[in-house]
């Protein structure tokens, strides 16, 4: 109401100033030039709440378009994000569960045939959101310790020692075992890498 009120009265302070110039100026060209602008004032003065309905309304149209438009991009990259941190999370757990299912599987074997105990085992796979065994798989590393290095551990089976023939080196050891773990878990050889604690990596890639 307080706008309205303004604009009627800048509206007849106009159309009194411009009655007191049209008074004041001589009866010459001049004086038509100035009622011509004095007319195109008046209407820009009437027209005006209406020019400025329309800039306020664009320009906040505007800021509010560019405004969604940024929330909506940071809104894409949070949820892209998000989905990332949840692949990587869910390949992680996937990983851990094939690593145990690995060593389970091959403990007990190692130990009968090479007196070998599995410390740990690594998988890195390839970017895909649910990888398989063995199809996905980068590669294997293991870590295995000889069983007479490990202190206190639990009896498995008796295990008998054949002292009359040579020990074989710990390459070609190596090099047996990954022949075995490659057979018996469907694997390409190249993937493997074995890693004996205290004696080096023999990953022969």
């Known amino acids: 109401m307080q706008y309205l009120t303004a604009w009627v009265t800048n509206i007849i302070l106009f159309i009194l100033l411009a009655t007191v110039i049209d008074l004041l100026l001589p009866n010459s060209t001049m004086q038509k030039y100035a009622k011509m602008v004095i007319g195109l004032l008046l209407i820009a003065i009437i027209l005006s709440p209406i020019l400025k ?4 309304d664009f320009e906040q149209v505007v800021s509010k378009a560019l405004h969604t438009s940024q929330e909506q991009k940071n809104l894409e990259n949070l949820i892209h994000d998000k989905k990332k941190e949840i692949q990587a999370s869910q390949q992680a757990y996937i990983l851990k569960q094939m690593a145990v299912q690995l060593k389970t599987d091959a403990k007990e074997e190692l130990m009968n045939k090479y007196q070998m105990n599995v410390e740990t085992v690594d998988l890195e796979a390839k970017q895909v959101d649910q990888p398989e065994f063995p199809k996905d798989i980068k590669s294997i ?19 008998k020692i054949d002292t009359s023939t040579p020990r074989p080196s710990q390459y070609a050891e190596t090099k047996e075992i990954k022949n075995f773990l490659a057979a018996k878990w469907s694997i390409e050889e190249e993937i493997l890498s074995i890693e004996l604690e205290g004696g080096g990596v023999n990953s022969e890639r």
């Open 53 to 56: 309905l329309f800039s306020t």
């Open 141 to 159: 590393h293991l870590t295995l310790k000889p069983a007479d290095d490990t202190g206190s551990v639990e009896t498995v089976a008796q295990v």
